[in-house]
């Protein structure tokens, strides 16, 4: 059998234009050598879901700077359950305030990386969770 | 567990399509006993090839191509392929990002593919990646190649119709003159059209269609077509010319000899893995792989000399 890859989704919802951190962090993950599917800006819950699903990604990595992670994380979390998807790792990150955190934990976000986290911590974090396929 | 994802591949389920695809790509052992059902189930697909070289636009082409043909009422499925590191085997796939207007429409089924180090323009499993998305009732099945160089073909041996895409500014005429990529095409497409240099790029691609029709005995005359993709113009054009190359290839009879010669050439290819991968699996077996490079640094022994000792230990002369 062929060695294994993590595949990885970059997405970032809602409405904010701005992606210098995603799109630098999806070259650190492909650097990790992870697959990594950038999907832009401006994502809706059911379009990254639908992409997880179809590239059978083990990752989905949110970015969001603009303060709507308490909806939009948590939505993706419950619309890949629905698709049977629930082994899937979540992840996010970007301008998360820190009382924020433990709620969006609580629904199934597995990390929240803050500013200033060396990308070491979120590319191991990444390895030891990953699903088993 | 395995036939209900055979099962659930014909009934189009999108998490059994990406999950078969995904043992495809790691040579997983359940993907084949799978591959095995869905089988009887293919070939049914048009499989239209996109290439050329990177950033001539097409991942954009291929999501206004997808656009026209889901107008036309037919289901798409759509692999787009990008090159892995080869000093990190990781990979960004970008296509995506250009077809985002799909992700919603349950008649799209789109997956990205890293070649995983695989030359010739496709990755190793592209074309069982294929055969999954054509059981599973896919009407037209684009592939859009990594962007490729002047001697990445393989598209051509995979694909009913190949378009080649090209844009202005890359070279002069002789460019056009050559062999290899350039011979590939069904169907030209001359993309970016609104820039300048485009006109002379299209009359220099007209000249070589007319020269390959003086010169070689095809039938079918590639045509020519402008487009701009950002702006979605011309894709219209394009999947009536391919339409249009598909009727030929029903009519000539062409059709069943590609086939047929993708058959050939698939069926010996999959010989070819599979022996490797057995010897492959037993030379690493002890190290012997290493013991014997070792014997050929130090001139003990030529590569030849291991390649027959090799060949003989499980095929032996008085077999062959």
Redesign the interface.
């Known amino acids: 059998?062929?060695?294994?890859?993590i595949?990885i989704i970059v997405a970032k919802p809602g409405l904010d234009g701005h992606d210098r951190g995603a799109k630098l962090l999806?070259?650190i993950?492909?650097?990790?050598?992870?697959?990594?599917?950038?999907?832009?800006l401006r994502?809706?819950p059911?379009?990254i879901v639908?992409?997880a699903?179809?590239?059978?990604a083990d990752v989905v990595g949110l970015s969001s700077l603009s303060g709507v992670h308490n909806y939009f994380f948590p939505k993706v979390v419950e619309l890949l359950k629905e698709?049977?998807?629930a082994n899937v790792l979540v992840v996010g990150g970007g301008i998360i305030p820190l009382e924020d955190i433990p709620g969006l934990k609580q629904a199934g976000i597995a990390e929240i990386f803050g500013p200033g986290t060396t990308t070491d911590v979120i590319v191991d974090f990444i390895k030891s969770n990953v699903r088993a396929? | 567990m395995i036939s209900e994802y055979a099962d659930e591949i014909l009934k189009g389920s999108?998490?059994a399509?990406?999950?078969v695809?995904?043992w495809l790509?790691?040579?997983?052992?359940r993907a084949r006993p799978c591959m095995e059902e869905i089988y009887p189930h293919t070939g049914n697909a048009y499989i239209v090839g996109i290439t050329g070289s990177p950033g001539t636009g097409k991942s954009t082409l291929t999501d206004g191509l997808t656009w026209q043909i889901r107008q036309r009422e037919l289901t798409v499925g759509i692999i787009a392929i990008d090159p892995?590191?080869p000093f990190?085997?990781?990979?960004?796939?970008?296509d995506?990002?250009r077809m985002?207007r799909h992700?919603?429409d349950t008649g799209v089924?789109?997956?990205?593919m890293?070649t995983?180090g695989f030359l010739g323009g496709l990755a190793q499993f592209t074309q069982g990646a294929t055969k999954v998305l054509d059981a599973s009732g896919k009407n037209v099945i684009l592939i859009e190649t990594v962007g490729v160089g002047q001697d990445e073909v393989d598209i051509m041996r995979v694909a009913d119709t190949t378009c080649v895409v090209l844009v202005p500014g890359l070279g002069d005429v002789i460019q056009s003159m050559k062999a290899g990529i350039m011979e590939i095409a069904d169907i030209y497409v001359v993309n970016k059209s609104d820039l300048p240099g485009s006109d002379q790029l299209y009359s220099e691609i007209i000249y070589r269609v007319e020269q390959d029709a003086q010169m070689k005995n095809r039938k079918w005359v590639p045509p020519v077509i402008k487009t701009v993709a950002v702006e979605g113009k011309g894709e219209g054009d394009l999947l009536d010319a391919i339409m249009a190359h598909r009727k030929y290839l029903e009519e000539s009879g062409e059709f069943l000899v590609k086939r047929r010669e993708r058959t050939r050439q698939e069926t010996l290819k999959m010989i070819h893995h599979e022996l490797f991968r057995i010897i492959r699996q037993r030379l690493d077996k002890n190290s012997r792989i290493e013991l014997m490079v070792g014997a050929i640094m130090e001139h003990k022994i030529s590569p030849y000399k291991i390649v027959e000792k090799v060949v003989n230990e499980w095929l032996p002369l008085s077999n062959r």
């Open positions: 059998m062929a060695e294994k890859k595949k999806s070259r993950f492909a650097e990790a050598g992870m697959e990594v599917v950038y999907t832009g994502q809706t059911e379009m639908e992409a699903l179809q590239e059978d698709k049977k998807l396929k | 999108t998490l399509i990406a999950r695809i995904t790509e790691n040579e997983d052992e892995s590191s990190t085997g990781g990979a960004l796939l970008g995506r990002i985002t992700s919603e089924f789109m997956r990205s890293a995983r």
